[in-house]
Nanobody, 120 residues
Framework: VQLQASGGGLVQAGGSLRLSCAASGRIFSIENMGWHRQAPGKERELVAAFTRLGITNYADSVKGRFTISRDNAKNTVYLQMNSLKPEDTAIYYC???????????????WGQGTLVTVSS
């Protein structure tokens, strides 16, 4: 299983970016999928994620500004980031818990990370 993320870059404060992440490989089911981030000198934190039942979770710091969406047919999630702030600068990681068969347990997968830089 691989998670391929794209869409990071440099943007001015107040601007927008859209991240995409596609899961590929042997996939029976995706239990949850979303995004974490790690800013310089800080711990990784959950940004937004879908559960298998479609429930969304957001970090308090991004509520109202970020929107996570998904395309189940493509095993892809998107993160629309609006009203970006310098404190959103971080490496954003696509994450997922995936089962590869009906008799296997879910495993955690992380993508390679995409850098988002927000200038003031």
């Amino acid at each position: 299983v691989q998670l391929q993320a794209s869409g990071g870059g440099l943007v001015q404060a107040g601007g927008s970016l859209r991240l995409s992440c596609a899961a590929s490989g042997r996939i029976f089911s995706i239990e949850n999928m979303g995004w974490h981030r790690q800013a310089p000198g800080k711990e990784r934190e959950l940004v937004a994620a879908f559960t298998r039942l479609g429930i969304t979770n957001y970090a308090d710091s991004v509520k109202g500004r970020f929107t996570i969406s998904r395309d189940n047919a493509k095993n892809t999630v998107y993160l629309q980031m609006n009203s970006l702030k310098p404190e959103d600068t971080a490496i954003y990681y696509c994450t997922a818990h995936i089962r590869q068969s009906d008799v296997s347990y879910q495993r955690s997968y992380w993508g390679q990370g995409t850098l988002v830089t927000v200038s003031s």
